[in-house]
């Protein structure tokens, strides 16, 4: 009994340890499920080749649960492309909105998205989706907080 007690503890700890700080999150007006952007770190580095590990977060049907991408998903709709990376910190580029890239780095010792909102640098918090249909965007909201002072900030993008 003790040896399994001992594995479960074992178990508990590498699950925990291999989920990264959360950088931000993408909520859909479609439902609750979110899809979520953590940094991908080991011994205080972020993994150059692949900084995020991106997942789905179940909020209606199956609370708490989460659920990885499919490879469609990665490709088309939630995925990133890395653009640069070195110095412990990463470039990329969303898939479906690759025109504002995102700089994953460290900031008061804890790891960020940065990107630029209303021409201010700010820390990634939140995409919404305003959808039309499963497969149409009416618009995305970038939400954050800017680096300089702290305020919120939001920006509406229309495609």
């Known amino acids: 009994m003790r040896k399994l007690l001992l594995f479960i503890a074992l ?3 590498l699950a925990l340890q291999a989920k990264g700080p959360r950088l931000f999150h993408i909520s859909r007006s479609l439902n609750k499920n979110i899809v979520c952007y953590d940094a991908r770190v080991s011994g205080g580095k972020i993994d150059a080749k692949n900084p995020i590990h991106v997942y789905w977060q179940n ?3 199956r609370p708490g649960e989460e659920d990885e991408l499919n490879a469609l998903q990665r490709r088309l709709a939630f995925g990133y492309k890395v653009k640069s990376a070195g110095g412990n910190e990463a470039c990329v580029a969303l898939v479906a909105y690759g025109k504002r890239p ?6 008061d010792k804890k790891w960020v998205a ?6 201010r640098e700010c820390r990634l918090r939140e995409i919404y ?3 039309k249909g499963a497969m149409s965007v009416e618009y995305i909201e970038l939400r954050g907080t800017a680096t300089a002072d702290g305020r919120q900030q ?3 993008i229309r495609p």
């Open 59 to 61: 909020n209606e049907e």
């Open 11 to 13: 178990c508990i700890a």
């Open 102 to 107: 995102l700089r994953i780095c460290q900031r």
């Open 114 to 119: 940065l990107v630029e909102i209303n021409g």
């Open 154 to 156: 939001k920006e509406t």
């Open 129 to 131: 989706v305003k959808a």
